[in-house]
T-cell receptor, first 109, second 115 residues
Framework: DAKTTQPTSMDCAEGRAANLPCNHSTISGNEYVYWYRQIHSQGPQYIIHGLKNNETNEMASLIITEDRKSSTLILPHATLRDTAVYYCIVRATGNQFYFGTGTSLTVIP | EAGVAQSPRYKIIEKRQSVAFWCNPISGHATLYWYQQILGQGPKLLIQFQNNGVVDDSQLPKDRFSAERLKGVDSTLKIQPAKLEDSAVYLC?????????????FGDGTRLSIL
C-alpha cells in the first residue's frame, strides 16, 4: 500500500495561500491522491482528489508532480475556518483509505 | 443532498457492557464503511460493505465487534463486551461504489467513552 508523508503542523496567515505538501513516493500508476480535512468534533470532510492532472474545485487546488511522487494542496485564501487537520491519502489497492496522522494547519489572524 | 447520518452522537458505558451505533448513508450509495478513530490518530477502517455484503473486515476485532447491513442501506455496528481501549470516535462513511475514483463521505461520528 502506498503511504504518505506530511509535515506534522503548519501555520498560515489569514488571507494568504496555504500550501500543504505531501510525499507519496511509492504510489502506483492507478492510485488516486485524495485530500480530506477534519475539524474538531466533526467527521473528515472530502476536499479534492486527482490522478495525474492538476485539479481545482471551489475549495482548493491540487497540484501533482509529473512523477506523481508528491502533491500540494493549495487553499488560495485561508480563513480561520480552514484551521483543521489535513490528510493526504493514496487510494490503495482494495480501496483502503490509510489516513495517517495528517498536517495540523493553524490559520493565524 | 443529505449527508451521512449517525446516531447517537455520544455514548458513555461501563466496560463489559454492550453498545450499538447506527448509520444511514447518502441515498444511493452502495458502499458503506465503518472506521474507528482513537484520539490523536487518523481514522482506521474496521469494515467495508458493498450493498449488503462484506467486502473487507480484516481489521474488525471479531471477538467483540460485529456489523450488519441487512437491507443494503443503513447499518449497525455493535461492540459486546466493550473494553477500555474501545474508547474512540466511530465514523461511518459511504461512497457511490468501490471505484478508486469515488470519494468517501463521512458522518460526524459517535464518540464512545468507556468507564
Amino acid at each position: 500500500d502506498a503511504k504518505t508523508t506530511q509535515p506534522t503542523s503548519m501555520d498560515c496567515a489569514e488571507g494568504r495561500a496555504a500550501n500543504l505538501p505531501c510525499n507519496h513516493s511509492t504510489i502506483s500508476g492507478n492510485e488516486y491522491v485524495y485530500w480530506y480535512r477534519q475539524i474538531h468534533s466533526q467527521g473528515p470532510q472530502y476536499i479534492i482528489h486527482g490522478l495525474k492532472n492538476n485539479e481545482t474545485n471551489e475549495m482548493a487546488s491540487l497540484i501533482i508532480t509529473e512523477d506523481r511522487k508528491s502533491s500540494t494542496l493549495i487553499l488560495p485564501h485561508a480563513t480561520l475556518r480552514d484551521t483543521a487537520v489535513y490528510y493526504c491519502i493514496v487510494r490503495a489497492t482494495g480501496n483502503q483509505f490509510y489516513f495517517g496522522t495528517g498536517t495540523s494547519l493553524t490559520v493565524i489572524p | 443532498e443529505a449527508g451521512v447520518a449517525q446516531s447517537p452522537r455520544y455514548k458513555i458505558i461501563e466496560k463489559r457492557q454492550s453498545v450499538a451505533f447506527w448509520c444511514n448513508p447518502i441515498s444511493g450509495h452502495a458502499t458503506l464503511y465503518w472506521y474507528q478513530q482513537i484520539l490523536g490518530q487518523g481514522p482506521k477502517l474496521l469494515i467495508q460493505f458493498q450493498n449488503n455484503g462484506v467486502v473487507d473486515d480484516s481489521q474488525l476485532p471479531k471477538d467483540r465487534f460485529s456489523a450488519e447491513r441487512l437491507k443494503g442501506v443503513d447499518s449497525t455496528l455493535k461492540i459486546q463486551p466493550a473494553k477500555l481501549e474501545d474508547s474512540a470516535v466511530y465514523l461511518c462513511a459511504s461512497s457511490q461504489n468501490t471505484g478508486l475514483n469515488q470519494p468517501q463521505h463521512f458522518g460526524d461520528g459517535t464518540r464512545l467513552s468507556i468507564l
